[in-house]
């Protein structure tokens, strides 16, 4: 098992690499760099520019670049940001955590509110409460990210029962930590609801077919003729089998979170990963925006080998074949 | 290790009774687990032989689909007594897997059990209410499936699929349970069952996962076992071995076995009565001799006549080419009017197509459905 998650790990390199050079070759393709804006401005003159442009290394050809860069992630420099005049690293520290916490937390949201759902909707199949959650989760799949901010800052603005936008309240950093925690939460809650509203109802419906195939099988028929009292037919022998298609889901997900994350983010003015790369494509900051993207890469990479971790823990015919190669 | 070798072997050679006696004679009588003692107690007290178990009367399951209603079992009826072995047998689709799981009240929508009783110790299972029957399933009757694979859960161990019957019904911990499922695995001939019980059903061969369930189905001692086209999905040396198995378990327990199949040589030499089942009907009931030697429904005698004979090659055997029946299974829903059987039956009569004939008694223990037998019929 270890060898197997060393091996995962260090593919990911070639693949974070693979994608850095991949983003380093489109950003070149786009027209334009960071100085572009500031050429338009009649006060600064041509050569204050060129002087620039040498400075920040903008003369060079992209695939220098890209080695220089390559080069500094190998001893920990990740660059240097232009537009906020600071070390990527010192920007992306905090951001990485707030977008990752935020994005567990509603993946936590979205396991507790969708299997149990999937759940009823699969034991109650084409009953009123099926339909109306199938329904339900139609109507929220149909709505964009944005809208559903929207309506999330809405509701914080007229109850006053949350907080609109940031991750700490004023005098954080006098409180215990108990409280610092449970004021980090309290902020958290409501993006990380619409964060995790649209991959519900995504879940909803895959928990409520996979139970469903799940409880047609031969082995639940056995289940049941061996006299086992129904709760345990569907939690032990239905529930677990139908979790696995769940799971491989579920790698994939933490990358569609960050990309949902860029909307709700900027939207609920959460000082994550999402708006920080919305700053970094609009004033085209190359170094920031490629930490941005790598860090996307080692989330949909690291979710991808996280899922196949936990699968061949709940799937002992995948256990089965990693044992015996 | 030697033993289970030879208990192999033995099984490939022959299942035959005497095979079997030399077997238990053998190694296994030394180390008899205490399972199989309390069991046989058990079932010494409980079972006097001959003693009517199972009584399924005028059986109606249906199944309403948007083309209509298939009666799936219409009007079966069923004896099975104490220590017998009721063999079911038919073609595919007539209806013989839908009486079993009617038995255990397993009918899933769009399906629902219509009519009839199904007496089994005396109460009627029709009237049990849900929680009743968990105590029937599993504990009284039970039940082994045609595939093993696919019967078996994929992410759950070999022990604890045996154990937690037996920790349901039995209300045993789970250390208990364990050890007995160790004792049922190493009963039905699964070697090194210790170790297996820690395996997952993939890791096990056909062979292996049947008898698993031929296990998880004894774990408890039930006193009727359905065995639903048990060797169906295996291999000859295979069938052989889980028969043995079956034969050897059968006669130790005193078990009754309603045995699903359409292999009429599985019948000859397991069953103690056959039943006939054409289109949800049982069309003859008759013991098993009686069958073989002297078939009175035209159904009964076209599946004798479709069974392939081994006389190739062999001058001293008179080379019988194998009849098919003519024609083919109707479709449920669009079932002949009066006798199902009318529009292929050779000994077609002008009444046939008028009605379905009555059962008619020829003897104490032989029914017979056809007008060729049916005394008030005017012949033609």
Known sequence: MTTFIVQRLLSLIPLVLAVALFSFVLIDAAPGDFLTELSLNPHVSPETIASLRTKYGLDRPWYIQYFKWVRGMATGDFGYSFSYNRPVLDLIGERVINTSLLALISLLFALTISIPFGVIAALYRYKWIDKVLCSFSFLILSFPS?????????????????????????????????????????????????????????????????????????????????????????????????????????????ASLLSGAFVVEVVISWPGIGSLTLTALLSRDPYLLMACLTYASILLLGGNLLADLLLAFTDPRVRFVRANP | MLSARFHDYDG?????????????SGVETSTTPSWRKQAKQACALQRVPGELLLEVKNLQTHFSLDQGVIKAADGVDLRVAQGETLALVGESGCGKTVTALSILRLIDEPGRIAGGSITFKGQDLLRLTESEMLRIRGKEIAMVFQEPMSSLNPVLTVGDQVAEAVQVHLKKSKKEALRLATAVLRAVGIPDPDRRIADYPHQLSGGACQRLMIAMALSCNPSLLIADEPTSSLDGITQAQILDVLARLKAEFNLSLLLITHNLGLVAQF??????????????????????KNPKHP??????????????????????????????????????PGCTFAPRCPDRMAKCPMSFPEPTPLDARHIVRCFKFDPQAVPD
């Open chain 1, 146 to 254: 944005l809208f559903l901010s929207l309506l999330a800052m809405l509701f914080a603005a007229s109850s006053g029962w949350f907080p609109i936008g940031g991750t700490r309240s004023l005098g954080y950093e006098n409180l215990s930590s108990i409280r610092k925690l449970t004021d980090f939460l309290h902020h958290a809650f409501l993006p990380a609801l619409v964060l995790s509203l649209r991959m519900s109802a995504i879940y909803v419906r895959q928990v409520r077919v996979t139970l469903l195939d799940v409880l047609s099988q031969d082995y639940i028929r056995t289940a049941r003729a061996k006299g086992l009292p129904k709760r345990m037919v569907i939690f032990k022998h239905g529930l677990r089998n139908a979790l696995n298609p769940l799971i491989s889901m579920f790698g994939n997900s933490l």
């Open chain 2, 12 to 24: 490939v050679l022959s299942w035959s009774a005497a095979a079997s006696r030399r077997l238990r």
């Open chain 2, 271 to 292: 069953a103690d009565r056959v039943a006939v089942m054409y289109t949800g009907k049982i069309v003859e009931d008759a013991p098993v001799n009686a069958i073989f």
């Open chain 2, 299 to 336: 159904y009964t005698v076209g599946l004798l006549n479709s069974i392939p004979r081994l006389s190739h090659g062999n001058p001293r055997v008179r080379r019988v080419k194998f009849r098919s029946i003519d024609g083919n299974v109707p479709d449920l829903l669009a079932l002949p």
